[in-house]
Structures are given as structure tokens and as C-alpha cells.
């Protein structure tokens, strides 16, 4: 756990498409018996020790010993006929999840020697099934971020070009599934950090409909916005792995009581598909995210697909909305770092000026301006005209939504309006980072599910990433048509 900088700058370590082992493959390799998996999971063990320095992925990787454990654990499912497609799939896990008995960090200071007491239930879901989990990934302190630099524990860095961020803030995830020293990995998603990353680093990364998966054992951020779901190599992948991690938990009070659905992956029709685009959103958006999109959208009517010119006239608010909304909410999940009950606790002479240094010296920066504009939302006489106004704009943004999907089964749009920046260029202004925002945060202020495609390199040889986007509920539609065009992915290296 101590700050990792790279000293390969400038050198790119993964090519387009990202490749190494999926679940899918792993899942016939291990059934029929050519390959170990303990042999997979130690390869992964070693790949991920050496290139940790480099990319600082993860903030913990597990020691070899605790992996052998979990192999023991999957071999004997194989061997009982109990296996699943994730048995002995090396796995990897954002740190602001508990796995038992390991830290829990939230590359935070406040919390650099929490142990998790108990697994979360998406950990608890991913160890029945099999799965070995290799370790916690780096993200921007308390998911706070969108390129994985408010780490504590020093930035990730994008496998495409050491020099330039993996995007947030499940930054470190995604950097461990492009650069394959994890064949998958879970993150969470507030405004968009599984979907940022996603596309910074040219993975598939999904936000599920909010309370499809339990929050039990994440820390949380923002609890109306903050969802887990999966960063995978493939739309199968990302499929197989949210059939594991969803479903009703007693534990978490949001989360979804219906019937349980196998998201299974049917090849779609494009020639019946209705897909909803949004013409102006050409402001701040690279000309290279530009040609892609536009690209890709004449590929889909090419392909029969009916294009529904669309807008979100709320769209201009989600920033300032979603900012205010988070930061709300974070301001008062966050006062359970007193000193007393989580964590860090500096010492002093009375209670109030313990709290005060704990919190000062535990917290980074951005924590900080986010608690405080937090609190300044909710106090009595801005309340109304802050925090009140934003709740309504937020319902007017899901009315927008439900419009366009009465007309369209899906709206298609860029996961950010660039591709990966340089490291440093944003982080000391946090208005132009909140920006990279523009096209994910509407998304959890819907509460819609949204999958993050890779669809090919720009200039520089960077990953572009787009978003399927559905109404609630509909992560089967958006599996199945990401997993339907990844054959135009596959067959294109640039824009
Ligand atoms: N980038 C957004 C933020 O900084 C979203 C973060 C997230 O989804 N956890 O709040």
C-alpha cells in the first residue's frame, strides 16, 4: 500500500483490441480440463506484481497464499460438479469494496488501515460462484473523481500511454482487465467512473439499473446514485459476471425485489433496433470522438437500424445537478469519519479538535471541497434553492429520458467527450474535470443502466469508447446489442 509512480513514461503497454483470457474461454479451458487453475491464477499473481509499479492498479494485491487458498476452494467445485462459468476466474475488485479480512482503503488516508469485517454482497456472490479474487484496485479517493489522480496512494495509468490517465475513478479496475492482470473486475459507479475508464482504457464496462445490485459492503458516496457493476473484456463477459453479482438482498433497502432475470445474450436484429442519438452535443467534443460516433451511427443505419434524432434539453443541468446532488449526500455519509468509529484517529486534547485533525489530515482535496459544498447545499436557507432545485431538475432529466425511450429502445451516445488526457492536465481544475462528465452522470441520475463500448483508437492511438444506453431494467437489450456490433469493433483499429 505505498505510493507507486511509474518510470516507464510515455510507453504503451496494451494494443487495441485488448486482449489475454476471458471468462467465456477460461470457463471451457478449466471444464475441460486444459488448463490449471491454480497455474492461471498464479501467472495472473506474477503479471500483476510486475507490472503494479508501472500501471499502480492496485492498491492491495492479495498475497499468494490467500489465492492458493481460493483456488483450493474452486478446484474442489470443479471437482464436485459445482462449478460455474466463474469458478477459478481471477478477479479483480475496486477498493472501495469489502473483502474480508483486507483493506479497505478507498485510497484514502482516513482509512489506511481499515480491515473490511465482512464481505460485501457482491463478494459474498462472487466467492459462491467461484471466483478468485486477486485483489483491490486503485480508484480516486472515495470514487471521488474522473481519472483515478485523488488517489492517495499516487494515480493508475493507462496501458495505452503511461503518460496519460486511465480515467475514474474505477481507474485501477479498468486498467487491470486492458492490461490483463485481472480477466475481469467490479466497479462502482456514481457519475460514471465504470464507464469513464472503460472507454479511457478500450474495455466494456456496464452501470446497471439502480438496485439491481446490492450495495451491502460498498462505501458509500453518493447511496441514490453509487451502483456496482462489472468491467469485462467482452459483453459476454460483462453478462456472466452480472448474472453473479445481481439480485434481492435483504441488506441493502434499494435494492430490487423482482424477479431475477439470467441476462442472457440473444444476437439482436439492428434492422429492427429504434436508436435514439443526440445531433448538438458537438461542444467540447473531440473531433476523433465526433468522427467515430458519426461513424458509427451510419454503420447502424447501414445495418438497418432506424436513427432517432433525439434531445435532452435538461442535459445542459446534469453537471451542476448531479454535483450538487453528490456532494450533498457525501457530505452526510461521509460524517462517519469522526475518528471513532472507522479508521484513522489522530490524537488530541478534547473530542472536537480530534475530529477536526483526524478529518484534516485524513482527508485529501477533493474530499474536502465536496464535504464542504456538500454541507453548504444542505444548510438551512440554500437548502430550497440548492439541493430542492436539483431534485427537481433531476426528475425533469428522467421525464427527458422516459420520452426518448417511448420513441427508441436505445440512445446511443460518447462515453466522455475525449479520449484519455494527460496526467496533471485537469487535476488542478476541478471544473474542467467535472466536464468529463457530461454524457455519464445523467445516467445514474435516472437511475438507467448504460454499457461503455470500445469502438477504436483516435490519432494518438487512444481509445474511444461510446454508451449504449436503455430504460430501466433493460441490461439484456444492451448486452445483447454490444455483443451483436462487437463484430464491426473487432473488424476496425481506428476511426
Ligand atoms: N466523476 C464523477 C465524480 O467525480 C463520478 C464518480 C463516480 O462515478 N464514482 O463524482
Not at 480477466?183 to 472503460?198: H, K
Request: glycine share 8%; aromatic share 10%.
Amino acid at each position: 500500500m505505498s505510493q507507486r509512480h511509474s518510470k516507464v513514461e510515455g510507453k504503451k503497454l496494451t494494443s487495441f483490441p485488448v486482449g489475454g483470457l476471458t471468462i467465456e474461454k477460461l470457463w471451457k479451458l478449466f471444464s475441460k480440463g486444459e488448463a490449471s487453475i491454480l497455474e492461471v491464477n498464479l501467472n495472473y499473481l506474477e503479471k500483476a506484481n510486475q507490472l503494479n509499479d508501472t500501471l499502480n492498479a492496485f492498491i492491495t494485491i492479495f498475497p499468494e497464499e490467500e489465492i492458493r487458498k481460493q483456488v483450493k476452494t474452486a478446484e474442489e467445485m470443479y471437482r464436485r460438479g459445482e462449478a460455474t462459468p466463474l469458478t477459478g476466474v481471477p478477479i479483480s475488485v475496486k477498493d472501495n469494496i469489502n473483502v474480508k479480512g483486507f483493506p479497505t482503503t478507498c485510497a484514502s488516508k482516513i482509512l489506511e488501515n481499515y480491515i473490511s469485517p465482512y464481505d460485501a454482497t457482491v463478494v459474498k456472490k462472487l466467492r459462491e460462484a467461484g471466483a478468485v479474487i486477486i485483489g483491490k484496485t486503485n480508484l480516486d479517493e472515495f470514487a471521488m473523481g474522473s481519472s483515478t489522480e485523488n488517489s492517495a496512494f499516487g494515480p493508475a495509468k493507462n496501458p495505452f500511454d503511461l503518460s496519460r490517465v486511465p480515467g475514474g475513478s474505477s481507474g485501477g479496475s479498468a486498467v487491470s482487465v486492458a492490461a490483463d492482470i485481472s480477466v475481469a473486475s467490479l466497479g462502482s459507479d456514481t457519475g460514471g467512473s465504470i464507464r469513464l475508464p472503460a472507454a479511457f482504457c478500450g474495455v466494456y464496462g456496464l452501470k446497471p439499473t439502480y438496485g439491481l445490485v446490492s450495495r451491502y459492503g460498498l462505501v458509500a458516496f453518493a447511496s441514490s446514485l453509487d451502483q456496482i457493476g462489472p468491467i469485462a473484456k467482452t459483453p459476454r463477459d460483462l453478462s456472466l459476471l452480472l448474472d453473479v453479482i445481481s439480485g434481492f438482498d435483504p441488506m441493502d433497502s434499494t435494492s430490487w425485489k423482482g424477479e431475477l432475470k439470467t441476462w442472457e445474450i440473444k444476437p439482436s436484429d439492428l434492422g429492427s433496433m429504434r436508436i435514439a442519438f443526440l445531433r448538438d452535443i458537438d461542444d467540447g467534443l473531440d473531433e476523433d470522438v465526433k468522427k467515430a460516433y458519426q461513424s458509427f451511427l451510419s454503420y447502424l443505419e447501414r445495418e438497418g437500424a432506424e436513427l432517432v434524432e433525439s434531445e435532452i434539453s435538461s442535459l445542459k443541468y446534469s453537471i451542476p445537478v448531479y454535483y450538487l446532488i453528490a456532494c450533498s449526500e457525501a457530505s452526510s455519509n461521509l460524517a462517519r469519519y469522526d475518528g471513532v468509529r472507522y479508521g484513522r484517529r489522530e490524537m488530541a486534547e478534547d473530542y472536537r479538535s480530534m475530529v477536526a485533525l483526524t478529518r484534516g489530515r485524513g482527508f485529501g482535496n477533493e474530499v474536502k471541497r465536496r464535504i464542504m459544498l456538500g454541507t453548504f447545499a444542505l444548510s438551512a436557507g440554500y437548502f430550497e434553492e440548492y439541493y430542492l432545485k436539483a431534485q427537481k431538475i433531476r426528475t425533469l432529466i428522467k421525464e427527458e429520458l422516459k420520452l426518448i425511450f417511448k420513441v427508441a429502445d436505445v440512445l446511443l451516445i460518447p462515453t466522455s467527450p475525449t479520449t484519455a488526457f494527460k496526467l496533471g492536465e485537469k487535476i488542478n481544475d476541478p471544473l474542467k474535470m467535472y466536464l468529463s462528465d457530461i454524457f455519464t452522470t445523467f445516467v445514474n441520475l435516472a437511475g438507467v443502466p448504460a454499457l461503455s463500448f470500445p469502438v477504436g483508437l483516435d490519432s494518438n492511438g487512444l481509445p474511444i469508447g461510446l454508451q449504449l444506453i436503455g430504460p430501466h431494467f433493460s441490461e439484456g437489450k444492451l448486452l445483447s446489442l454490444a455483443q451483436t456490433i462487437t463484430s464491426f469493433v473487432g473488424n476496425k483499429k481506428g476511426v
